[in-house]
């Protein structure tokens, strides 16, 4: 029976890149590559095949880079000669790194020179079998990660040859992130996640010629020169500006809240005031109300008892305007004597009556009773002056009278 061999490796995880013990195969060998992990095929020191997770038989469809290299044996035994390489996939993780020297930094708010280290850690993993193998492994018989990062783990510990390279990616670049972001070096705490994504970017440029990345980079710790006389004039000077600027806040804030009580008091008053000349108004516009409700109250109840004495309100007027002339002086009471007084009254009377009737806009038909009554007065008059009769004795009051009608009752004078 032919013996299918089978190709695969088991070894510590510490093992970054293995190279198989064998050279030498046979079509239809059965290769194990396990979940961290892949298998590059090498030949004449160019990579060829690549394998992934899974179990592979070889044959010639599934490793068509070798297969135009093959020269296939006859007598049944169909061998090839290829190195096989198993590449560690896992990320190694906690790797320490930090600088070996200060970093100068400038910082152009004070105009002072200080100088910084850093110090953190990184995640790293293969991300290009095909790369790391020829760059980094070449013929030699594997990779370890201690000959990569050093052989206590850290880059600040041990001479792994990529300790250089990051150590420079961040002495390059650690002053230009922080001037370019503008960052504070006394508040720098606040923006670690800032440069620390910054630096990532700039060294997973340079790993990824070698086949790595850095899926994590974290810059824990800045360490600044606490006794530095520079640092300590910075940190003092930081101090005096946050202090006048907490200052100048405070101030804003009491003069924004004293404007603030001021427009409320405003408010209030004007409220008040508002409030008090609502209710001035709603007292005058409810005196109004009663008083219009007590006239109206009055004139029907005046008007009421007019209407049972049977006579109307012109009537009315007309009897008051008759008696109010009567009793001021149109008898022949006035400063004149005789016949002549009495016209000059009833004269008088006549403007007096045309006057109101302009001022109050009395109609025709309520002057008509009043203008009725100054008539017969002044036909009465005229009577008297005509006809030369004298004075007589009121039959109603007892009262001389030298008038048409009594004065004081309105009683006329017998006929003869």
């Known amino acids: 029976m032919e013996v299918i061999s089978v190709i695969k490796y088991e070894g510590s995880n510490e093992v970054l890149a293995h190279k198989h013990q064998n050279e030498d195969f046979t079509i239809g060998s059965q290769l194990i590559v396990h979940e961290s992990q892949e298998a590059l095929f090498m030949r004449d020191g160019k990579a060829m095949d690549l394998f992934t997770a899974g179990r592979h038989t070889l044959t010639t469809y599934n490793i068509p880079l070798l297969r135009d290299l093959m ?41 002072l020179h200080i100088e ?19 760059k980094l492994v070449g013929t030699t018989e594997g990779l370890l990660q201690s000959e990569l990062l050093g052989e206590e783990g850290g880059l600040s510990y041990g001479t792994g040859k990529f300790r250089a390279l990051v150590v420079n990616r961040v002495k390059s ?27 990532q970017k700039e060294i997973n440029e340079t790993l990824d010629e070698y086949g790595l990345t850095m899926p994590e980079f974290y810059v824990t710790t800045i360490q600044t020169p606490d006794d530095d006389p520079n640092y300590q004039r910075l940190k003092q000077q930081f101090a005096e500006k946050t202090l006048r600027v907490r200052e ?61 004495k049977g006579y109307t309100y012109q009537d009315e007027t007309a009897r008051q305007v008759g008696m109010e002339a009567m009793q001021n002086g149109i008898t022949g009471g006035g400063s004149g004597s005789g ?16 006057a109101m009737g302009g001022v ?5 038909e309520a002057m008509g009773p009043i203008m009725g009554e100054s008539q017969k007065i002044g036909q009465g008059f005229g009577n008297v002056v005509s006809g030369g009769e004298g004075a007589w004795t009121c039959p109603s009051c007892g009262k001389a009278v030298t008038s048409k009608f009594c004065p004081d009752c309105g009683t006329p004078r017998p006929t003869v």
């Open 173 to 199: 670049n650690l002053a230009r992130i922080i001037k370019e972001q503008n960052i504070n070096i006394l508040e720098i705490d606040a923006y670690l996640d800032i440069i620390s994504e910054a630096l």
């Open 360 to 364: 109050i806009n009395m109609t025709k």
């Open 248 to 308: 100048e806040e405070v101030r804003r804030a009491e003069a924004e809240a004293a404007q603030g009580r001021k427009i409320v008091e405003a408010q209030t008053e004007a409220q008040l005031k508002m409030v008090s000349a609502q209710g001035e108004a709603d007292a005058l516009l409810i005196k109004a109300k009663a008083e219009a409700e007590a006239y109206k109250m009055q004139a029907e109840a005046e008007a009421t008892e007019m209407k049972m």
């Open 71 to 111: 020269k296939l044996g006859t007598g049944g035994e169909n061998v090839f000669h290829a190195e096989v390489y198993f590449i560690n996939m896992t990320t190694m993780m906690g790797i320490r790194w930090g600088t070996d020297s200060k970093v100068r930094l400038f910082d152009p708010a004070s105009g």
């Open 339 to 354: 016949a002549g007084g009495g016209i000059g009254d009833v004269a008088s009377l006549g403007v007096t009556l045309g």
């Open 116 to 134: 910084i280290g850093a110090s953190g850690n990184f995640n790293i993993r293969v991300n290009d079998s095909r790369k790391l193998v020829i």
